[in-house]
């Protein structure tokens, strides 16, 4: 992620992620999920901030989910079901449940087809936000196949010469297993920013870089600005496809989002963009390698080839060439030792939200 989306040092409060982990999954549970629901939901929101993933994590996330649990918007205690089937596919009627709680069982129902049958894909319909897509594709790799996650993310994004919020901001996540080196774990959205980070950037009280949002016009607005005020999180800037403009390739972030919608929307009979019907939905497919060749072959390839990516010669100006998933990877391992940084107006709604649900919180 972009340093000016990280919590300065000399602001943040660290925290370890197996302590915030049990204090998210205490305020699930003080909202009326089950024990087990309470502890995935707040896995996924801990992976992302335990991977640098912010705009996904708890800071961005969580108030926003205890918010749609009170006011009845999320199912507390979905019983999601399998509505239709046909040998290596299937769509998932959530019950109106969080993502993140209904997601995972998509993609682990997605790895068990593909375990029988080569590959196994999944949508899930009538959900919740599922967090930050790299969970998924993770899931997925963990147990050695190449994985594939998508949802239907908040319609905030204007198609290419347009001014009207058409699209859905739609991350896309592929992830590949390795053996030597990290695996491969590439989760981007198709805006030119995740809409999370726009949150993100009025909290610390950073510009938004050209190319990321629009006017009101829906021109393309191509150099630093600061944020428009807003208090609803409806009247957010217009966001920009991946690409910004058309000359610099626009036309692609606006197709792909509307790729992510056919595969969770269209195949889920649930509407695309703003004609959704129930909530939202996601999409995942698992790739068992094992069916197409020989996995230690597959994973020396690629392991060969990532060692190739991270070896080659830098740019001037920059130290070094990565590649998704490396810099999450070497984030994790700093953020499990040192904790998670967390801005100071994030401890404070910890603190508030603890005292009135009667958690202990000592930080």
């Not at 602001?11 to 909202?31: C, G, N, R, W, Y």
């Not at 801990?46 to 749609?68: E, F, K, T």
Request: aromatic letters at 8%.
């Amino acid at each position: 992620m972009l340093e000016r989306f990280h919590v300065p040092n000399d602001q943040a409060i660290f925290i370890k992620p197996k302590d915030i982990l049990k204090t998210v999954a205490s305020i699930f549970e003080k909202v009326g999920l089950p024990d087990q629901d309470a502890l995935q939901a707040a896995e996924v929101l801990v992976y992302a901030d335990s991977r640098g993933i912010d705009s996904h994590g708890v800071s961005n996330m969580l108030r926003s989910y205890v918010d749609s649990f009170n006011q009845g918007h999320l199912n507390n205690n979905p019983k999601w079901r399998i509505k239709k089937e046909f040998g290596a596919v299937c769509t998932i009627d959530g019950d109106g449940g969080l993502g993140s709680v209904v997601g995972p069982h998509g993609m682990r129902e997605a790895i068990s087809r593909a375990k029988e049958f080569g590959i196994g894909s999944v949508t899930v319909m009538n959900s919740g936000h599922f967090g930050a897509a790299a969970y998924y594709a993770d899931q997925a790799v963990k147990s050695n196949m190449i994985g594939l996650a998508t949802t239907g993310g908040g319609v905030g994004m204007v198609p290419t010469f347009g001014r009207e919020k058409l699209l859905g901001l739609n991350p896309i996540s592929v992830g590949a297993p390795t053996k030597v080196n990290p695996p491969f774990i590439f989760d981007a959205s198709t805006s030119s920013v995740a809409g999370n980070k726009i949150e993100l950037a009025k909290r610390l009280g950073v510009k938004v870089l050209p190319g990321w949002i629009s006017d009101k016009d829906g021109s393309p607005i191509m150099e630093e600005v600061n944020i428009p005020e807003y208090d609803n999180p409806q009247d957010k800037p217009m966001i920009l496809p991946f690409g910004g403009t058309r000359e610099i390739g626009s036309h692609k972030g606006y197709s792909f989002s509307v790729i992510a919608e056919i595969l969770c929307g269209g195949l889920g009979n649930n509407g695309l963009g703003p004609l959704r019907r129930d909530m939202t939905a996601h999409h995942f497919t698992a790739y068992n390698i094992e069916a197409f060749g020989d996995l230690q072959e597959f994973t020396k390839d690629l392991d060969d080839y990532l060692t190739k990516l991270k070896e080659s010669k830098p740019a001037p100006g920059h130290d070094r060439v990565v590649y998704a998933g490396l810099p999450e990877h070497e984030e994790e391992i700093h953020r499990r030792e040192k904790g998670i940084p967390y801005h100071p107006e994030v401890i404070d709604w910890f603190r508030d939200i603890c005292r009135e649900l009667s958690i202990e919180f000592n930080h």
